[in-house]
């Protein structure tokens, strides 16, 4: 006699339509009920059920009725990219930082945010810390800059004012970039907090594409603008390292 696989079929169908509300939330960065079950082509009722069950799990997050990936969902879509990207890019970090003193950070592109995956702390007695897992803007971060230089602008970024030196119209972000990209790394002038300053280059895979950003970051005090752009070459320097690491042969 054959075993019934209604209840089988359905929980696939069920992981699908999750993974597929994943896939969807990534896109968006963050999105509300209705705009999300139009992405998904999902019912109202469907999709909510959906994404309490990814809650429960951590796979997303929900504040005031926007939605967005969740630190479980990080996780595991890390795994296997993880190991290979900090692979390559810790000795570059660690060799930085030791060499500066200064705190050095990798981070990646998720959504309309930048996504810190790692830092090397530095050795002096004030220094910066950003834990792993934790996201910033990508216009008012030297990461967020790097990544949208190599790897384009998202549809729907905001340009929200965080300190009176946040780029917040499209032509003055335009222009930052530009020089981004001719100079090959990027600077935060305080731009997402006061007092604190960072250069940031870019990390290169196979075939050119900017796969992440690592920054050197310090108080203001100490990191000045003109400290900054003197230590941006050996910031690009330790990003080139990494990215040979990665498989890049040279050309963007």
């Not at 139009?38 to 796979?59: E, H, I, N, P």
């Not at 997303?60 to 296997?80: D, L, N, S």
């Not at 390559?88 to 945010?113: D, H, I, K, Y």
Request: proline share 6%; aromatic share 6%; with cysteine.
């Amino acid at each position: 006699m054959a075993r019934p696989r209604t209840k089988g079929a359905g929980g696939v169908r069920t992981l699908e339509r999750g993974l597929g509300v994943l896939e969807a939330l990534a896109e968006a960065g963050e999105a509300g009920l209705a705009p999300l079950a139009w992405r998904t082509g999902l019912s109202k009722s469907t999709l909510y059920r959906l994404l309490q069950a990814l809650a429960r799990r951590g796979f997303v997050e929900e504040a005031g009725g926007v939605y967005r990936v969740g630190p479980r969902a990080f996780a595991v879509g890390q795994a296997y990219p993880r190991k290979s990207l900090l692979e390559a890019v810790r000795p570059e970090m660690e060799a930085l930082a030791q060499e500066t003193g200064e705190s050095v950070n990798l981070a990646v592109m998720a959504g309309l945010e930048a996504l810190y995956l790692d830092q090397v702390e530095g050795k002096r007695l004030v220094r910066l810390f950003t834990a792993p897992g934790s996201r910033a803007p990508l216009h008012a971060t030297g990461v967020g800059k790097v990544l949208l230089a190599f790897g384009g602008v998202p549809e729907g970024l905001a340009l929200t004012p965080y300190t009176p030196y946040t780029l917040t119209s499209r032509e003055a972000l335009e222009r930052e970039l530009a020089g981004v990209r001719e100079r090959g790394y990027a600077l935060d002038n305080e731009e997402r907090e006061l007092g604190v300053r960072c250069v940031a280059a870019p990390l290169f895979g196979p075939g050119g594409k900017a796969v992440g950003a690592i920054s050197l970051s310090a108080p203001a005090s100490r990191l000045s603008p003109e400290e900054a752009r003197r230590l941006a070459p050996r910031v690009v320097e330790a990003a080139w390292k990494a990215s040979l690491r990665l498989g890049f042969t040279g050309s963007v």
